[in-house]
């Protein structure tokens, strides 16, 4: 059952380059839309994340879009940066379990 | 910072043995989950726990898995008869309460079944 689709595979992109990575589920009883950001070794992060009552929400460089018609989500990333070379992850929440998308590797070129 | 600790950091264990991961969630939490990422693959849900009982569980979470919160501090996941299919990374992570829905996670345990 496959509530997460999560776009791209893979990226790579150009120091001080945008990111974009994105989110479509089907399951309207999500209400919380996170972000996870994971370290190779590591657990996943929290690094972002949007209420839907909210279309955008900004800290720092990175950005969280919602649109609650499309049943999409994404992040952008502005300024990439090396150190933001990682995998992400959108996991969207019921209220009981977070359902982690398939994942997208980030690879910033120095 | 407070955080969420897992023991041990990499068990290797042969096929048809028990396991039992353990895990030292955030003290004030009340929400307790393990999950399990199979190399370069997504992460996937075990199970929920919470009252001291299971709240949800995936199909994944057969009989060959059980949870436990032993003494109020300690959550452990055991697999009963470990499939070489069941080498993972076990993370493990908890919550404070619904209404503050970030979910902390540990830094993980390797389980590798040979």
């Known amino acids: 059952q496959q509530q997460v689709k999560q776009s791209p595979q893979s990226l790579i992109v150009q120091k001080g380059g945008i990111s974009i990575i994105n989110c479509a589920y089907e399951n309207t009883a999500f209400d919380y839309f996170p972000w996870y950001q994971q370290f190779p070794g590591k657990g996943p992060a929290l690094l972002i994340a949007?209420?839907?009552?909210?279309s955008e929400k900004k800290e720092g460089r990175f950005t969280i879009s919602f649109n609650k018609s499309a049943k999409q989500f994404s992040l952008h990333i502005m300024d990439s940066q090396p150190g933001d070379s990682a995998t992400y992850f959108c996991?969207?929440?019921?209220?009981?379990?977070?359902?982690f998308g398939t994942g997208t590797s980030l690879t910033v070129i120095p | 910072e407070p955080e969420v600790t897992q023991t041990p950091s990499h068990q290797v264990t042969q096929m048809g043995q028990e396991v039992i991961l353990r895990c030292v969630p955030i003290?004030?939490?009340?929400?307790f989950y393990w999950y399990r990422q199979i190399l370069g693959q997504k992460v996937e849900f075990l199970v929920s726990f919470y009252n001291n009982e299971i709240s949800e569980k995936s199909e994944i979470f057969d009989d060959q898995f059980s949870v436990e919160r032993p003494d109020g501090s300690n959550f452990t996941l055991k697999i009963r008869s470990t499939k070489l299919e069941d080498s993972a990374m076990y993370f493990c992570?908890?919550?404070?309460?619904?209404?503050?829905?970030?979910?902390?996670f540990g830094p993980g345990t390797r389980l590798t079944v040979l």
């Open positions: 996991a969207p929440f019921t209220g009981n379990q977070f359902y």
């Open positions: 003290s004030n939490h009340l929400y």
């Open positions: 992570a908890s919550l404070r309460d619904r209404g503050q829905d970030t979910q902390y």
């Open positions: 949007i209420r839907p009552d909210v």
